[in-house]
């Protein structure tokens, strides 16, 4: 879930840390990057199959115009 990773992001890591997702998915850790409340990290996520990262995208950039611009790189391995 969404408060799970938010909760180990925010445990585990330090704002302005450097997170990579590698299989991300629908970027549940992407959104957790971008609601964190202890303050921002830059996150970098890929995924192979590219309909989830077209999920990915809309999930970020939805949740990106209510968390404000961040340093979020999502792209599909087919991507150039």
Known sequence: ?????RW???HLSEPGDFIVDPCMG?????VSVLT???GPRRF???DRD???????RHRAATCRS???E?????FSVDDE
Do not use: R, W
């Not at 590219?50 to 990915?56: E, F, L, P, R």
């Not at 961040?70 to 999502?74: A, G, R």
């Open 26 to 30: 629908t970027a549940t850790t992407a």
């Open 8 to 10: 180990l992001l925010e």
């Open 66 to 68: 209510i968390a404000g």
């Open 50 to 56: 590219g309909q989830m990262v077209t999920i990915a």
């Open 1 to 5: 879930t969404v408060q799970g990773t």
């Open 44 to 46: 970098l996520g890929c």
């Open 36 to 38: 964190a409340t202890d």
């Open 70 to 74: 961040q340093s979020l790189k999502v």
